[in-house]
């Protein structure tokens, strides 16, 4: 029973850990240290939710979350239970364990259907590209789309592509043209979306929920700043500022389902940008690392602690 508890309280610390870190202004000072820390609340909330409820519908096994899903199937598929088993079958842990069997297996589906639709929207879209896309020998590697509109996005995979359109191209100098380019590429290496995947996934699962609206939104500004922090190594942060702003006045077009674009969050990225805040010291970083680290350990162990 201790783990069910342990694992109940942890459900709920996560749970208030993601209504009060969207108000947190220290994750815009370091957003890879508070993409991680996201990433970590929102895996231990859905093994401790699911390991909550499996653990109180299989303690009278004695044997973890593991070994009892285990046990129990053994049981089932033999049509009986063994006779030194003190399981019984009453009805607050028959419902317990299959609602926490219903909540893993909600959550590993959404997951792999926001995949999926992800993958599929990306290979048309790529085809798409393939018919109306050209090259241009000034802006080398972009794929160049021919659309008034002013619009830049990177499509990510294994065969990542970034475009940009021909009003972009007109609308901005050679250097805010660099500085955007150098933003999707951030976005290219280090796979930010893989990082949004999972939350745009538990919000098609509890769309109703708040909390989960607005992790999603910060965790998709926390990866612009991240993008915008990479790109602005190579290009001129200003240059950056007043291409977002551009792209802004301009009414820029919307991603396509499944690429990253270069414009979301615009004031506050263009702020951050002009005016940087002090990097957060190395201890409370390497604390809330640490931090992460504790929190996804934390559930896989409570799943395989005896009760």
Known sequence: ???????????????????????????????????????????????????????????????????????????????????????TYDLSRTI?????????????????AALWQTLRARHRHRRL????????????????LDHP?????????LRSEVVVSAGALRLLSRDELAAVLA??????????????LPFAALRRAI????????AQSSVALLVEMAADDR?????????????LLRFGAAGSMPAPQGALGAVGHVMARVNRLIAPAAELPRPFRYGVVALSALLTASAPLLWAMPH
Do not use: K, N
């Open 1 to 87: 029973m201790i783990a069910a508890v342990a694992l109940a309280l942890l459900s709920i610390g996560c749970v208030v850990a993601a209504w009060r870190l969207p108000s947190a202004r220290w994750t815009w000072r370091a957003p890879r240290t508070a993409i991680l820390l996201w990433q970590s609340i929102g895996l231990t909330w859905g093994l401790a939710s699911t390991g909550a409820l499996l653990a109180y519908a299989l303690q009278p096994y004695g044997q973890g979350v593991i070994y009892g899903l285990h046990s129990h199937l053994s049981s089932v598929l033999t049509l009986g239970l063994d006779p030194e088993s003190t399981f």
């Open 96 to 112: 317990a364990l299959v609602a926490g069997l219903a909540l893993l297996a909600v959550l590993i589906g959404v997951l792999l």
């Open 129 to 144: 590209l393939a018919l109306v896309a050209r090259e241009d020998p000034h802006v080398p590697g972009v794929r160049i």
């Open 149 to 157: 509109g002013a619009t830049a996005y990177c499509v990510p995979g």
């Open 183 to 196: 933003h999707e590429d951030a976005h290219v290496r280090e796979r930010h979306d893989l990082v949004l």
């Open 207 to 214: 769309p109703w929920s708040r909390i989960v609206r607005d």
């Open 231 to 243: 790109a602005r190594r190579h290009c001129s942060p200003r240059r950056l500022a007043t291409a």
